[in-house]
């Protein structure tokens, strides 16, 4: 059943112990909370805990930025966005290279992309502009582009680690 286990420390005097319950949680999560209530996982070790947790995040800082950045007009847009990129997309996608994508996940974090987009550009619903349009000018990539940019950059990674090293075993 876990021979995938076996084999990456086939060889090796060294190994892990793995807990497991019959209910399928690998990890106990008591252990691994945090001590501001928040955890290093969240309470049912699910993505899309994860992916909420981001996008609250995310739309805290970006909150906190509307009066003094978003909503300035002496500030050119590239600067912006350049901001946006540094904070809040950083917050917004810590993490992601381990991320299972799946469509829902994806479209939750592309509609807070966009509306934080638009928010940025001062384009409201009724000008009618697509998507692809706003980030043509905001010179920005999609939120699917950029996860498979950084799961691309992380299979890279792994490739070039030495294959004693725990994470390219597995």
Known sequence: MFGWVHDAFHGSDKGIWIRFRSDGSVFNLQRLKGREGGGILSQNARIDDDITGRIGKASNLFGRLQHRLWSEHGVRLSTKIAVY??????????????????????????????????????????????????????????????????????????????????????
């Not at 999609?142 to 996860?147: A, D």
């Not at 940019?149 to 075993?169: D, E, N, V």
């Open 85 to 170: 990129k540094a904070a809040v997309l950083s917050t917004l996608l810590y993490g992601g290279e381990t991320w299972v994508q799946y469509r829902a996940h994806i479209k939750k974090l592309e509609q807070f992309h966009m509306r934080c987009l638009r928010k940025i550009c001062n384009i409201k619903w009724q000008d009618r502009v697509s998507n692809t349009e706003v980030l043509s000018r905001c010179q920005i990539s999609s939120i699917e582009g950029m996860l498979t940019r950084f799961q691309l950059r992380w299979c890279g990674h792994l490739s070039r680690m030495a294959g004693t090293r725990i994470p390219k075993a597995l």
